[in-house]
């Protein structure tokens, strides 16, 4: 029988490490790698070409939404499953819109969680009960499925929402850039972008956007600089 490869994307080391106990203990599934952060799971599924990504939304470096919209840019036959403690509706209208399959939340049982990943591999959708009785009555608001943010007509690129993510969580121009590979005049540029764009003017501002949509987690401490 061929097993359904699976790659493991989520910062905490100690929940990776169930997350693979349990599905290892699966006959059918084979975890096949793990990744610490977004960008390292865009790597990663380049590389190992998975069936199915289970993701978390909230990762240092690249958070999972924007890791999703790469992964299934570069490799649109993978399956990205989203597992989170964060089941707003900001988090799952964003991960749907940008292709994701399913969205668990992490409180789910084993056996569903491995339930959940066989049906992804097959093309269904799964969802937590909860978060499956929204989804008919929703509204879309957030990304279309290029995963670009909309608000007031206006959108944010791929490299602005990596830029925001980076200055919500703190890190200066020098540390954007560097983090980026790109000059510290292009991040001066794309936070000018962002400014305008989002009609917000100080980085405390650009926190509570990226945390309202999804972007990073409420824990993120606001930056004021």
Do not use: W
Not at 37 to 63: F, H, S, T
């Amino acid at each position: 029988m061929k097993r359904i490869t699976v790659l493991l994307a989520e910062d905490h080391t100690i929940v990776r490490e169930g997350f693979r106990k349990v599905l290892e203990s699966e006959n059918d599934l084979q975890v096949v790698g793990e990744a610490e952060d977004g960008r390292e799971a865009v790597a990663m599924v380049k590389k190992l070409r998975p069936a199915v990504v289970v993701m978390d939304i909230a990762m240092p470096l690249l958070n999972g939404l924007e890791a999703t919209r790469q992964i299934l840019k570069a490799v649109p036959g993978t399956k990205v499953l989203i597992l989170s403690a964060h089941s707003d509706d900001a988090y799952v209208e964003h991960a749907t819109a940008l292709g994701a399959v399913g969205f668990l939340l992490k409180q789910t049982s084993s056996h569903e969680l491995s339930k959940a990943i066989r049906e992804v591999q097959k093309g269904n959708r799964f969802f937590s009960p909860s978060i499956g009785k929204r989804l008919d009555h929703r509204d879309q608001k957030l990304p279309d499925r290029t995963g670009k943010l909309k608000k007031k007509g206006n959108r944010l690129s791929s490299r602005e929402m990596e830029v925001l993510q980076l200055i919500a969580e703190g890190e200066a121009n020098k540390e954007v850039a560097g983090e980026l590979d790109i000059s510290i005049k292009t991040v001066e540029k794309h936070r000018q972008s962002l400014m305008q764009k989002l009609n917000i003017h100080d980085v405390a501002g650009l926190t509570r956007y990226a945390i309202a949509a999804g972007i990073i987690e409420s824990s993120v401490q606001l930056t004021i600089v």
